[in-house]
């Protein structure tokens, strides 16, 4: 069977994530199935956001990662990859000289993308199952450990914005209130305060909270209800009961709940009832522009 292969490495702030994807092309359109999919907890943002440069030791841990990555790729018959760095990286000054060593060391180029970039990246690419939902309306969240991705999609319009208010920085009390009045502002700007917008919630903390507080295994949505719930089940407790009673893992234990406070915060604002959770996010927009960059250069060719 003829198939494609892409790669993508989302390096962000609080961990690097790399996906390869088969890309089947079929009469129906292209057919993405994620193959190998690898999640490196790796906390960039703890340096960037409390001392404004990423530190040697998680320098030296990256290019370790990145060289994994390489190797990995080089066993298969990759067409195109692409690595993004989002908030940690756009935040700390030695960014220049860590991305031109991780390029030498690795061979690995880092983009380091803008949060509108980030937020076009990730609401860009279609979810065939969740069409339904974006023919009124829908407001795209992304909560990431430094930034949060807004995309806001209307009949008339689309609206996109990033916001430095993130799970890390929540942690260590480095938001700003001016940007959670920003965030407010432009929710009821775009027409999404008091709208009841239904919720597209991507990021690896709504994706556990959704297998946890889902109803039926079916179900693509949790309530906003039981997101309450589960945030007063778990605001209280200890990392360690969390890891246990929830099976987290250690670097999600601290930031679920941060995570479920952003959230909530913008349901306040908007209303919304449900969030969807199709389980993508920055690396599955990824190798979907490199998908459709290749296409391109073939229909030029």
Same mark, same amino acid.
């Given at each position: 069977?003829?198939?494609?292969?892409?790669?993508?490495?989302?390096?962000? #702030? @609080?961990?690097?994530?790399?996906?390869?994807?088969?890309?089947?092309?079929?009469?129906?359109?292209?057919?993405?199935?994620?193959?190998?999919? $690898?999640?490196? &907890?790796?906390?960039?943002?703890?340096?960037?956001?409390?001392?404004?440069?990423?530190?040697?030791?998680?320098?030296?841990?990256?290019?370790?990662?990145?060289?994994?990555?390489?190797?990995?790729?080089?066993?298969?018959?990759?067409?195109?990859?692409?690595? /993004?760095?989002? #908030?940690?990286?756009?935040?700390?000054?030695?960014? &220049? /000289?860590?991305?031109?060593?991780?390029?030498?060391?690795?061979?690995?180029?880092?983009?380091?993308?803008?949060?509108?970039?980030?937020?076009?990246?990730?609401?860009?690419?279609?979810?065939?199952?969740?069409?339904?939902?974006?023919?009124?309306?829908?407001?795209?969240?992304?909560?990431?450990?430094? #930034?949060?991705?807004?995309?806001?999609?209307?009949?008339?319009?689309?609206?996109?914005? #990033?916001?430095?208010?993130?799970?890390?920085?929540?942690?260590?009390?480095?938001?700003?209130?001016?940007? %959670?009045?920003? $965030?407010?502002? %432009?929710?009821?700007?775009?027409?999404?305060?008091?709208?009841?917008? &239904?919720?597209?919630?991507?990021?690896?903390?709504?994706?556990?909270?959704?297998?946890?507080?889902?109803?039926?295994?079916?179900?693509?949505?949790?309530?906003?209800?039981?997101?309450?719930?589960?945030? @007063?089940?778990?605001?209280?407790?200890?990392?360690?009961?969390?890891?246990?009673?929830?099976?987290?893992?250690?670097?999600?234990?601290?930031?679920?709940? &941060?995570?479920?406070?952003?959230?909530?915060?913008?349901?306040?604002?908007?209303?919304?009832?449900?969030? /969807?959770?199709?389980?993508?996010?920055?690396?599955?927009?990824?190798?979907?522009?490199?998908?459709?960059?290749?296409?391109?250069?073939?229909?030029?060719?």
């Amino acid at each position: 069977m003829d198939f494609l292969q892409f790669a993508s490495i989302d390096i962000g #702030s @609080n961990a690097i994530r790399f996906l390869l994807c088969y890309v089947f092309e079929t009469e129906a359109g292209p057919y993405f199935r994620k193959g190998i999919l $690898l999640r490196v &907890p790796l906390r960039l943002g703890e340096d960037a956001f409390r001392f404004g440069r990423i530190s040697i030791e998680n320098e030296k841990k990256l290019i370790s990662t990145m060289h994994s990555f390489r190797h990995l790729m080089d066993t298969q018959t990759i067409v195109d990859y692409r690595a /993004y760095a989002t #908030s940690a990286m756009r935040d700390a000054a030695n960014t &220049p /000289y860590i991305v031109e060593h991780v390029e030498r060391e690795c061979g690995i180029k880092i983009n380091v993308i803008s949060g509108e970039e980030e937020a076009n990246v990730i609401s860009g690419e279609e979810v065939p199952s969740f069409l339904h939902v974006r023919k009124n309306k829908v407001l795209f969240v992304d909560v990431g450990g430094g #930034s949060t991705e807004l995309t806001f999609h209307s009949k008339n319009k689309s609206a996109k914005e #990033s916001f430095n208010i993130g799970t890390i920085r929540s942690l260590h009390k480095t938001v700003e209130k001016s940007e %959670w009045s920003r $965030l407010h502002d %432009w929710l009821h700007e775009v027409g999404a305060g008091n709208s009841g917008v &239904p919720i597209l919630g991507s990021g690896g903390n709504i994706n556990k909270i959704y297998k946890i507080k889902r109803r039926r295994v079916s179900d693509l949505h949790i309530t906003t209800h039981a997101l309450e719930e589960f945030y @007063n089940e778990i605001k209280d407790k200890s990392d360690t009961e969390k890891i246990i009673n929830y099976q987290l893992n250690p670097d999600r234990s601290d930031v679920i709940v &941060p995570a479920s406070e952003i959230f909530l915060d913008i349901i306040n604002i908007t209303g919304t009832k449900k969030i /969807y959770v199709p389980k993508t996010g920055l690396s599955d927009g990824i190798v979907r522009s490199l998908y459709e960059q290749y296409k391109a250069s073939q229909t030029h060719n």
